[in-house]
């Protein structure tokens, strides 16, 4: 019994092996794939920014993943962090995050490709799945980033074994949809969206509609198993509120309001170029499937590219726009960015005969992706230059507040007012032009929020000094009048209205 298991494992271990081997180049397009996203991700790193959460994390060394059931966000952090007590470890923690991404980025070239041999356009197209400007985000922070490239992983894992039987596959599934909702839950529409596409091109490829209908029907069992486990077996709630979902009653209704909204928000934060780049290769996408088509196929293939197209956008921001308080952060919708991949490999993987519209397809292809490459210097460079001025800000609060007579021996509360907006030269860097530059960079100095007060808070030495809110400059004295703020003060008690 245990020899005929060990030979059955040898030999799905021989298979998977050979699959891999068969396409020639694969160190080849590893090391490209490794050199394209350190190369596009070192302007973010270099700017060696606290991002967000990031603040509270590298100040106190808390995890608290397991407050949203990213439990094996919470376990591996005892790993990669060797400490319970996190630490700030970058770059190694955006390191193993591009690792993540690289094999997830290759597993999906390997399933949308036909010839044994993977062609440098297909590495190219599948670049936005870590390159996209939402993805950027994730990438931002230092601690959370292997996690959300792992949950990128994971969702894809299971597509590998989609030759096994029945029970495996839908079992890798299961698995792989909890170790996504375990990790970050934004990449709960990866599966269904590489499904989708996939089932379409195993009816393109002359396979018969059942078999892709089957295919479907697996990965959807699988994949809601797993929601399932997850929702009454492991999911905590969630103190914010976040999680709550429509009834099955508002859910179509408010499903497709939400993703009108979603939308709204792509179209807010895509340059006018990137957008008009992008309908084209949705064109040709649907354009040369079409034309590719046998006689007596091509309405049908015209018309299932549109609705691969639909079910596409509808599935790539996952479970989202299904939740009451919907999360359009740009972290929370790099689903589209691994829409966008798919999009193109399949755009670029179509033309095998036509030479001049495969350059169209390619000229598209590398037009997009070039502005995404550019953008990650961009935003880098800006979050440096963003880093800096801040620090510039809270040094020049910081000396007029020590200069004010008061006893560091007692609490002293201190509210914050106003904000210091964004540095000059980031202003100059057209970031009103560019809706997501203006959402990724975050105001680190303002009134309002956590992360707004916390870095200015905890990173200087304030000692018993708490943050309070509604104090009255008309009860207080003036102390400082400059042009980049104003600051009260009496008894225990400090305003500080920032310009």
Known sequence: MMMDIKLKINEKYLCYKNLILSFSNIKQSLIFLTLIYCVAYYPIIRANVYYQDDIG???????GWDNYSRYVSNFLSNFIHANSHIADISPLTQLIAISFLVVASLIVVIMFSDKKKISIWSLIAVLPIGLSPYFLECISYKFDSPYMALSVLVSIVPLLFYKEDTIIYMGASALGTILMCTTYQASSGIFPLIVCFFAFKKWLDDEDILSSFIFIFKSAFGYLIGLIIFKYLIMAPDPSGNNVMYSLFEL????????????????????????????????????????????????????????????????????????????????????????????????????????????????????????????????????????????????????????????????????????????????????????????????????????????????????????????????????????????????????????
């Open 252 to 499: 179509p209704k408010e499903f497709i309001n939400n993703l009108v909204l979603y939308y709204k928000v792509v179209n807010q934060d895509f340059d006018y170029k990137w957008k008009y780049l992008l309908i084209g290769i949705m064109f040709l996408f649907v354009f040369s499937n079409t034309v590719f088509a046998k006689k007596g196929k091509k309405t049908i293939v015209l018309l299932n590219s549109i609705l691969v197209l639909v079910i596409g956008l509808s599935v790539c921001f996952g479970l989202y726009p299904a939740l009451v308080n919907r999360l359009q952060t740009p972290r929370t919708m790099y689903g589209f960015g691994v829409f966008i991949a798919i999009l193109m490999l399949n755009t670029v993987n179509i033309f095998k005969f036509d030479v001049y519209k495969n350059y169209i397809s390619r000229f598209l292809i590398l037009g997009l992706c070039w502005s995404f490459f550019v953008l990650c210097f961009v935003y880098g460079n800006a979050l440096n230059v963003q880093q800096k001025y801040i620090d510039y800000r809270i040094q020049l609060v910081l000396s007029d507040i020590n200069k004010i007579n008061i006893d560091s021996n007692e609490l002293n509360q201190i509210d914050i007012q106003g904000s210091i907006g964004f540095s000059p030269v980031v202003k100059n860097m057209q970031l009103y032009k560019n809706g997501i530059l203006r959402r990724l960079i975050k105001e680190t100095f303002c009134s309002g929020s956590y992360f707004g007060s916390a870095y200015f808070l905890y990173y200087f030495g304030l000692e018993n000094v708490e943050q309070v809110e509604g104090l009255d400059k008309n009860n207080m004295d003036l102390k400082y009048e400059t042009q980049f703020h104003t600051i009260y003060s009496k008894d225990n008690k400090i305003l500080l209205i920032l310009k």
């Open 57 to 63: 994390r590298a100040a106190f060394g808390y995890r």
